[in-house]
């Protein structure tokens, strides 16, 4: 590399982190390492300088750019022989002048050598004068700074005090404002005592003078209902179980209905008919009446209910009252139903037995095949739980 460098050119290493960069990076920034400037006798900057990792080609293409710039401009000769005669003539004059340049470019770097230091040595004093400075101003800090301190302690302890005294005086009020504000919750409770004593009174003549109003106001729904009613479609609940249903005329007399289960043997006598809701069990006197009179009319549920007065030992009361017992669910089971899915109204008054599938002649139960003998005995009183 130094053979290939032009005569003239004096190369300086300058260390990252030495005195001397320091001082050079006075007078030129250094932006980063590693950097390199090229310069001309003056001190004057002649390109700008390659900085990174840059090749030995770049070096001697800024080179040679530099040396282009500074060449005087010769015009062009026709004859290219004459050209290079000339070009030989002038190498003696050139080689000439060297020692001369390299004096100049020592006294130069000497002269550089002189600035810098000059640099450095203004740099140290005043690092040195800036260092007193900060000392001046350390120790005017450190003195605010303990009077300041002094400041805040007697501040604090000023305000321990009022913060204590304040304090006694705010525990004085809030005794004083418990005993108030308890005084004013014991009114208050004693007061809404009494509201809610005369609300709960008014409130329950009011639900019964509503209640009274609403079951006044349905029995007469009722009456009217059943004063508008032309038919009493009435189910009979069977003690085997099964249900029938039949529509009758409103005016009909509820003997009509004892006779129709005699004459479709749905039932045996001697019975009763016991209404469901609400529960009634109608005496023989009342079969003389009107269906609509019996409040059967538009609709109704009647049990069926043998009704044997002769003797009876205690397994029959025992039996039937479990018979009872079976049955009970059942029949709550099919009123359940019957009331969430109502069946359709006949349209045509010659379609009036509807009887369940249960109760269809063709089919018989345990029970029927049993004779007269085993047949348990109702007495009446285990079918009042129906």
């Avoid at 053979?3 to 990076?25: T, W, Y």
């Avoid at 969430?340 to 006949?346: C, D, L």
Wanted: net charge positive; aromatic share 6%.
């Amino acid at each position: 590399m130094r053979s290939k460098i032009q005569p003239g050119c004096i190369v300086l290493r300058i260390v990252d982190g030495s005195q001397e960069f320091s001082d050079f990076n006075d007078f030129w920034t250094v932006h980063g390492t590693p950097m390199i400037f090229f310069m001309n006798g003056k001190g004057e900057m002649v390109r700008d300088p390659l900085a990174g990792a840059v090749t030995e080609a770049q070096i001697l293409r800024a080179l040679v750019a530099i040396k282009t710039e500074q060449m005087p401009s010769v015009p062009r000769q026709e004859n290219s022989q004459e050209e290079s005669v000339q070009k030989n003539s002038e190498m003696p004059g050139t080689s000439e002048t060297e020692e001369e340049k390299a004096e100049e470019i020592r006294l130069k770097t000497e002269q550089y050598r002189q600035k810098i230091e000059v640099a450095r040595l203004r740099k140290e004093k005043e690092a040195q004068e800036k260092q007193r400075q900060d000392e001046i101003r350390r120790r005017e800090d450190g003195k605010k700074m303990a009077a300041a301190n002094l400041k805040r302690e007697e501040e604090e302890l000023k305000a321990t005090e009022t913060r204590a005294k304040r304090a006694q005086e705010k525990k004085a009020e809030a005794e004083h404002l418990a005993k108030v504000r308890a005084q004013i919750e014991e009114d208050k409770r004693n007061r809404a005592s009494a509201f809610n004593k005369e609300k709960t009174a008014r409130d329950a003549e009011s639900n019964r003078l509503k209640m009274e109003k609403l079951r006044q106001e349905r029995e007469k729904q009722e009456e009217i209902q059943r004063a508008k009613a032309s038919k009493a479609r009435l189910q009979f609940r069977l003690g085997d179980g099964s249900t029938f249903t039949h529509i009758f005329e409103a005016d009909d007399p509820l003997q009509n209905a004892r006779d129709l289960l005699i004459s479709e043997n749905k039932a045996e006598e001697p019975f009763k008919l016991r209404q469901v809701m609400p529960s009634k069990l109608f005496a023989k006197d009342e079969e003389t009446k009107s269906m609509r009179e019996l409040g059967l009319a538009p609709s109704a549920v009647l049990v069926v209910i043998p009704d044997y007065r002769g003797s009876s030992s205690t397994s029959s009361g025992i039996v039937n009252w479990l018979w009872a017992l079976i049955f009970f669910p059942i029949n709550m089971i099919i009123r359940a139903l019957s009331s969430i899915f109502p069946p359709a109204r006949q349209a045509a008054p010659e379609r009036q037995q509807t009887p369940s599938s249960s109760s269809q002649p063709q089919r018989r139960r345990i029970a029927d095949l049993k004779d007269d003998a085993d047949r348990p005995v109702y007495n009446g009183n285990s079918t009042n739980q129906l």
